[in-house]
């Protein structure tokens, strides 16, 4: 079993965050919905964008 010296606490995208992971993963501006929906990562838009 591996012990890790360092705990790390993810949280989700604000809105502003999202708007900008948004326009990273497809190249477009992101639309106004985007900042209403809550508890998107990263992997969200990676996923989309495959």
Known sequence: MRRFV??????????????????RFSGRPAPACVATVEGLTPGDFAVVAR
């Open 6 to 23: 360092f705990k790390l606490r993810l949280k989700p995208l604000g809105a502003e965050r999202a708007a900008v992971a948004f326009q």
